[in-house]
């Protein structure tokens, strides 16, 4: 038998180019997760990438084939929280419905991605730990988000669901409301963030809505319970969402 043949018919020990990628993606997505949770548990500063490396196993000089610093990993977990919102936002354009249902769905969307590790990046850390390059980044995603909810509070006065009022006073009030969610919600808490979700949709719009409020309104959160089991199933779902979105938010962001 021809030794040349037999030799092209052996396995070669490198993974196909696709396997390689895949498993390099899902390296990088380990660092990020276990990067977020750390800057959240001990906060930024205070987190070091040697602590970063230990919880993943590996060594320092690893991460550097996935990142080159520190403040990379942070505008990461930032723009994997900010594509989620703006994901959000291009899903409420695209379809119908008056100006207040937008803003409800808006403040639902924006309200459950507060609940993530990495929705919690767009409110707990400090732009100004960051490249000027991404600060920049960051301050013309943050005005995009804001105009949002001007724009669909403006369009509610204009089809007569929301009284008149300012959009941007009122914007600025719905929108800290909400990001102050990232500061004090907890997995393991009473409340699902769905709950939290939609009963923050009703709060942060009765003042100004001219329509009555949804049924669900009237029966507030925590009189259906919620397992545990049902709890961990959303984060499951979260989590699996999150790493799909990051692969898209490097080649936008990149």
Known sequence: MDDRSSSSNR??????????????????????????????????????????????????????????????ILFECWAIGNERVADCINDIASGGGTGLAKLRKLIVSYAE?????????????????????????VNAAKRQIDRAFRDYIAEGIADGTIQPCDPKMSAFAIAGS?????????????????????????????????????????????????SREDRDEHHARVTARATGQSKRARRRLR
Not at 117 to 134: A, C, I, M, P, Q
Not at 200 to 222: C, H, M, N, W, Y
């Open 113 to 137: 991605v507060m609940t993530t590790d990495y929705g919690k990046s767009l409110v707990r850390f400090d732009v100004r730990d960051l490249t000027e390059h991404n600060r920049k980044i």
């Open 11 to 72: 396995q070669s020990p490198w993974l196909p180019f696709e396997s390689r990628r895949r498993a390099r993606d899902e390296k990088r997505e380990a660092v990020l997760r276990t990067a977020v949770q750390l800057f959240l548990e001990q906060g930024y500063h205070r987190t070091t990438l040697n602590e970063v490396a230990e919880r993943l196993n590996i060594t320092k000089p690893a991460l550097y084939n996935y990142f080159r610093g520190k403040d990379e």
């Open 178 to 226: 909400l990001n102050w969610i990232g500061h004090w919600f907890e997995p393991d808490g009473p409340m699902m963030p769905d709950d939290i979700a939609e009963e923050f949709a009703i709060r942060l719009t009765e003042g100004i809505a001219t329509v009555s409020k949804p049924k669900k309104a009237d029966q507030p959160p925590g009189k259906n319970k919620t």
